[in-house]
């Protein structure tokens, strides 16, 4: 008998400390979970979250052989290999690699999420996958990534997407914020899409037109994916 789930959510990652006991869902749609999901989806061996990029150049200096991943103002940081557009990551770029990741929110929602028993990386793009891989969990934290220490309306809508979904197995949304963006859960793709576009983030992404407004669509992809991760 699945287990009547709590889900608490930090809609940013220094909300609260994340619990021991708890499995998180680090959630940053644009871009950090949903580009990792797609790397790991691609073979990509490890995830190596990095604060900032001088850190994740320390740790390149003691694995020379890991891919440098991250961005500053959603642009690849100069010297990396990668950025953080899922279309960078391809099979046969993270293929059996280790990638050293440092991108603006979703590393520092990665490293906050460190002390939970488990660590899954969640988005739209494999929002039924997640539901699986947390379906007996009796304790969830939804780590939202937001933007620069604020609260961004994709990921607590992904975070509310994920409460409504679990609806059915009589989920408790507990605390304010996870009511908040429960009330946030949007019912389907072209609210999920709306979501996405109308957010701080997603406007700014769009406007630097290109790959990066491709990203903004891309992320809005409802279980282009059907695998979960762990980090
Ligand atoms: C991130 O993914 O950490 C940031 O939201 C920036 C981005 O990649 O657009």
Request: hydrophobic content about 45%.
């Amino acid at each position: 008998m699945p287990t009547r789930p709590a889900v608490r959510v930090l809609l940013t990652p220094d909300a609260e400390r994340v619990p021991a006991r708890s499995a998180a869902v680090i959630v940053d749609v644009l871009r950090a979970t949903s580009t990792l999901t797609f790397a790991l989806a691609n073979g990509a061996a490890e995830i190596v979250p990095a604060a900032t990029p001088e850190a994740a150049l320390g740790l390149k200096r003691r694995d020379p052989a890991a891919l440098l991943c991250g961005e500053r103002g959603g642009r690849i940081v100069p010297g990396f290999d990668l950025g953080n557009s899922p279309a960078e990551y391809a099979p046969g770029v993270v293929g059996g690699r280790r990638l050293i990741f440092a991108s603006t929110n979703g590393s520092i929602a990665l490293l906050r999420a460190g002390a939970a028993r488990r660590r899954i990386l969640g988005a739209f793009v494999n929002a039924s996958a997640v539901l699986r891989a947390i379906a007996d969990e009796p304790h969830v934290t939804i780590v939202c990534a937001g933007q620069l220490g604020r609260f961004g309306l994709e990921d607590a809508a992904f975070a509310g997407y994920l409460i409504q979904a679990l609806a059915p197995r009589d989920a408790s949304a507990d605390g304010p914020a996870a009511r908040f963006a429960a009330a946030l859960a949007p019912r389907d793709s072209a609210e999920v899409r709306t979501a996405l576009e109308s957010s701080s983030h997603g406007r700014y992404l769009r406007s630097l037109g290109g790959e990066f407004l491709r990203d903004v669509e891309r992320c809005a992809e409802i279980d282009a994916l059907d695998r979960a991760f762990e980090v």
